[in-house]
């Protein structure tokens, strides 16, 4: 077992909306979930790209590092991007589940992000989310 499972929140400097200027920018986030997902035997239940921030439910046995190794090699393709600008906020968000939440709620609660945000009318039609737990995860997403 790796520990609890953490909903984690990364915003961008500023929140300026990297991943929406950025397309590209946002599949290499997904491409850098899922090797490290693998590379670190994380279980990453969801994860959805916004704009300015990225969420991610995960279970890591050290989600600190999680965090920085994610930010450091995501850092220097966004200063190809634009020189001088700050990619990352100083900090990040996490919150360990508590008994009532199941994976299954916040993962829903994840991949809803975008309709909430008024980005896309359904869930499952967001290119930028998605689950390494399952693979159907499309089915209970909406």
């Known amino acids: 077992m790796q520990g609890n499972a953490f909903s984690i929140t ?17 599949d ?8 490290m997902g693998t590379e670190r035997e994380t279980i990453l239940y969801s994860w959805c790209i916004m704009p300015d921030h990225v969420h991610i439910l995960l279970q890591d046995k050290d989600i600190i590092n999680f965090v920085r ?27 360990a589940l508590r008994k009532e ?17 008024g980005i896309i ?14 693979d159907n995860w499309k089915e209970f997403a909406d």
């Open 10 to 26: 990364i915003a961008t400097s500023e929140r300026y909306p990297w991943f929406q200027l950025y397309p590209k920018f946002s």
């Open 101 to 117: 939440e199941t994976l299954n709620m916040v993962s829903q609660y994840i991949w809803g992000n975008p309709v909430r945000a």
């Open 69 to 95: 190794l994610l930010k450091g090699r995501l850092t220097p393709i966004a200063r190809r991007l634009e020189p001088g600008r700050a990619l990352w906020h100083h900090s990040f968000y996490d919150h």
């Open 121 to 134: 009318d359904r869930a499952t039609n967001y290119p930028w989310s998605g689950s390494l737990v399952w």
């Open 28 to 35: 290499k986030v997904v491409q850098l979930l899922i090797e």
